[in-house]
C-alpha cells in the first residue's frame, strides 16, 4: 500500500505542471476575450478614452501571450491586428460618432472571440439583421425602389463589414471570395442590378450564399454578452444608416437634376 501511494504522488507531481500550464493557457487565451468585451462594453456606455486604455492594455497582453505560445496562424495575426488597430483609431478619431466607434468596436470583439472561442462564433448570430436587411434590399430591387434599395444596400454593407474579418478566420477563402464577390458586384453595379433581371440574379445567389454561411455553423443560443448588439445593430443602426442613405441618394439625384438644367 505504501509502494502505491507513493508512486500515485509521483504521478501527481508529475501531471501538476502539465496541469498547471494547461490551466493558465486557458485563462490567458480567455483574458484576452474577456478584455475585448469588456472594451465592447464600455463603447456602448460611451467611455471612450476608457475603451482606448483598455485596447491598449490588451495589446500587451496579446503580445505577451503570442510570444509564450504558437498558437494563432498568421493571418490569424493580421486579421487581429489590423482589427485591434481599427479599433484604437475609432477610439481615438473626433470625427466618428457613436454608431461607428460601436461598429468598428463590434468587428473587434468579434475577431477576437473568432479565434479564442472553440463553441459557435459570436459572428453567426448576426445572421438575423443582415437577412433582414438583405430582404429589404432585394424587394427594393424587383420593385424598383431607387431610394430604398440605396439605403438598404448601404446597411447591408455595413453589416457585411462588421462580420467580415471574423468570417475570413472561421470560412473557407473560396467560400468568403465567392460572397465578397458577389458583394462587390452589387455594389459597384447598382443601376444595372435595379433596371436589369440578369443583374438582379446575382441577388438570389448573394441570398443563397449567405444562408449558406450561416447554416454552415452549428446552431447554438446566441451569447447573452451580445445580445444587445444584435438589437441595437439591427435597428438603430439599420434605421438611422437607411435614412443617411436614402439623404446621400437624394442628394445626389439633386445635382443630377441641376446639371441637367444646366
Known amino acids: 500500500m505504501k509502494l502505491m501511494a507513493a508512486i500515485l504522488s509521483i504521478m501527481l507531481l508529475l501531471l501538476a505542471p502539465i496541469s498547471i500550464n494547461a490551466e493558465h493557457s486557458l485563462s490567458s ?5 474577456q478584455i475585448s468585451d469588456e472594451a465592447l462594453q464600455l463603447v456602448k456606455s460611451s467611455r471612450y478614452d476608457d475603451a482606448k486604455k483598455l485596447l491598449d492594455y490588451f495589446s500587451d497582453q496579446f503580445l505577451t501571450y503570442t510570444m509564450d505560445h504558437q498558437t ?4 490569424e495575426l ?6 485591434h488597430n481599427e479599433a484604437v ?6 470625427d466618428m460618432n457613436h454608431i461607428q466607434r460601436m461598429n468598428t468596436m463590434t468587428k473587434f470583439r468579434l475577431a477576437i472571440d473568432a479565434v479564442t472561442s472553440s463553441n459557435q462564433p459570436l459572428w453567426t448570430d448576426m ?5 433582414t436587411v438583405f430582404a429589404g434590399m432585394k424587394e427594393a430591387a424587383i420593385k424598383g425602389d431607387s ?31 465567392e460572397i465578397d464577390t458577389r458583394v462587390s458586384y452589387i455594389d459597384q453595379y447598382r443601376p444595372q442590378v435595379l433596371a436589369e433581371p440578369a443583374s438582379q440574379e446575382e441577388l438570389g445567389l448573394l441570398e443563397q450564399n449567405l444562408k449558406d ?3 454552415g455553423v452549428t446552431e447554438d443560443e446566441a451569447d447573452p454578452s451580445l445580445w444587445w448588439v444584435i438589437i441595437t445593430t439591427g435597428s438603430i443602426i439599420v434605421v438611422t444608416l437607411s435614412y443617411v442613405g436614402w439623404r446621400k441618394y437624394k442628394g445626389e439625384k439633386e445635382i443630377e437634376r441641376q446639371k441637367t438644367r444646366m
Do not use: C
Open 89 to 94: 483609431e475609432a477610439m481615438a478619431s473626433p
Open 72 to 75: 494563432f496562424s498568421m493571418d
Open 213 to 215: 454561411l450561416f447554416d
Open 127 to 131: 445572421e438575423e439583421p443582415i437577412m
Open 78 to 83: 493580421r486579421i487581429v491586428t489590423t482589427a
Open 147 to 177: 431610394g430604398e434599395f440605396h439605403s438598404h444596400l448601404n446597411s447591408f454593407l455595413v453589416l457585411y463589414e462588421v462580420i467580415y474579418p471574423s468570417m475570413k478566420l472561421d470560412v473557407s477563402f473560396d467560400k468568403v471570395q
Open 29 to 33: 487565451i480567455d483574458k484576452l476575450d
